[in-house]
Each structure stands twice: as structure tokens, then as C-alpha cells.
């Protein structure tokens, strides 16, 4: 199977996918526009990734771990760093296993698996292996879960890649739309869907009835 490949200079932050994901006006007001405001939820991310960051590596049985690793896919366009990649000893063979930490609880949405599974395939064309899996660790429960890069998975993380390559070089911020994923929203203030969204919406209205 042949893959479109991107250049080295179209290569996009891979932390877009879960901002896509979680809303796509979200990710081009950081990506496009370069908007970012830290909020409590944010605020305590980083300082769980600040402290995974803080060591380099360590090793304790069959399990060798490295914190911070750069991560670079030309096939999803995509570069970042990989929290944790632990390397699990298969008889002479140390298989990568990306972990990815994250403050809240597991998600019913699928952002969080898209995220680690992007970090596979950055690591499968940065190592030339094949990962099957690798776990989230959720600071509310203090629990990891494991996540199988299936098909399925692989497929959803390739086409959010390309979404996100389409709004980006699109180059156009789409307009809010207020729900509930507001209220956790770290650009809320600057967003300010609430607000836009009514005169949105009140503009369409006198628009509709003055028959522009
Ligand atoms: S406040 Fe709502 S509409 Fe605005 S960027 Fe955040 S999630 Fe999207």
C-alpha cells in the first residue's frame, strides 16, 4: 500500500487531533490564530505532563522506560512528544508501548485513543516496528487502561490527521457553537461562544426575514 507522505515544513502539532476532536473551532483558534488560555483542567494537564517530563529514563526488569520522546510521522503529517514510551523485552527484542497521561477520567469519546494511536505510528515510521498497543493512565482514577490499535482505530486516527491538515491550511476559524464541552473548554473566554453564537444566530434571523 503506498501513503501519501508530507513535508518536513507542512508538518502539524499532533496535539491537533484531540483538539479537533473536541472541537474544531477549538483547534484552529490554537492552531491557526495561535490562541491558547490555561484553565484549571489545562493547568493540572500540564503539570502531570511537567513531572512525567522531569525524568529521561529508567529501567526496572523487562521494562525500560523513556519520558519525553520526540515523535515525528511524514505519512500523518505530524510531529509532538510521546509523555512515556516504555520498552517491553520480548526475549531478545524491546517492543515500543506509548503511555499517554492524562489528568481527568476516561473519556466516552474516542480523542484520547486517536491521540496515543498517532503516537504508534509515529514510532512504527520513526522505528520501523509494528505496535499493537499502548495504555492512557488517567490521573482521576489512577488507573492505565490498555488501547489495541485495531483497524478501526488506525483508520479514524489517518482521517483526523487529514482533517486537521483541512482546517489548518484552510486557514479559516470556524464559527461557535455553544454546548455543553463549553464549560470545560480552556478558550471559552476567548471564544466566547455564548455570545457570538446568539448575534450568529440573531444575524441569520434578521437575515432570513429581511430575504438577503
Ligand atoms: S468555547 Fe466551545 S465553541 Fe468555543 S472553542 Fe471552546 S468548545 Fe469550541
Given at each position: 500500500m503506498t501513503y501519501k507522505t508530507y513535508k518536513e515544513e507542512d508538518l502539524l502539532q499532533l496535539s491537533a487531533l484531540q483538539h479537533l476532536l473536541f472541537c474544531r473551532r477549538q483547534c484552529a483558534l490554537i492552531h491557526i490564530e495561535q490562541a491558547w488560555s490555561e484553565n484549571l483542567f489545562t493547568a493540572e494537564g500540564r503539570i502531570m505532563h511537567d513531572r512525567v517530563d522531569t525524568a529521561t529514563h529508567e529501567t526496572r526488569r523487562n521494562i525500560r522506560t523513556e519520558f519525553g520522546v520526540p515523535l515525528r510521522s511524514l505519512r500523518l503529517g505530524l510531529i509532538g512528544k510521546a509523555d512515556?514510551?516504555?520498552?517491553?523485552?520480548?526475549?531478545?527484542?524491546?517492543?515500543?508501548?506509548?503511555?499517554?497521561?492524562?489528568?481527568?477520567?476516561?473519556?466516552?469519546?474516542?480523542?484520547?485513543?486517536?491521540?496515543?494511536?498517532?503516537?504508534?505510528?509515529?514510532?512504527?515510521?520513526?522505528?520501523?516496528?509494528?505496535?499493537?498497543?499502548?495504555?492512557?493512565?488517567?490521573?482521576?482514577?489512577?488507573?492505565?487502561?490498555?488501547?489495541?490499535?485495531?483497524?478501526?482505530?488506525?483508520?479514524?486516527?489517518?482521517?483526523?490527521?487529514?482533517?486537521?491538515?483541512?482546517?489548518?491550511?484552510?486557514?479559516?476559524?470556524?464559527?461557535?457553537?455553544?454546548?455543553?464541552?463549553?464549560r470545560s473548554c480552556s478558550l471559552v473566554r476567548l471564544c466566547m461562544p455564548d455570545i457570538c453564537g446568539k448575534k450568529r444566530k440573531a444575524s441569520r434571523y434578521l437575515a432570513g426575514i429581511s430575504g438577503e
Open positions: 512515556v514510551v516504555e520498552f517491553h523485552r520480548q526475549g531478545d527484542v524491546w517492543r515500543p508501548f506509548p503511555v499517554e497521561y492524562k489528568r481527568g477520567k476516561p473519556k466516552h469519546d474516542n480523542c484520547d485513543r486517536v491521540q496515543l494511536c498517532a503516537q504508534a505510528i509515529c514510532l512504527e515510521e520513526m522505528m520501523s516496528v509494528e505496535i499493537e498497543r499502548g495504555a492512557l493512565f488517567y490521573g482521576s482514577i489512577r488507573r492505565r487502561e490498555d488501547v489495541v490499535f485495531d483497524r478501526a482505530l488506525r483508520v479514524e486516527t489517518e482521517t483526523t490527521a487529514e482533517r486537521v491538515h483541512d482546517l489548518i491550511n484552510s486557514g479559516i476559524t470556524p464559527e461557535p457553537d455553544y454546548s455543553r464541552k463549553c
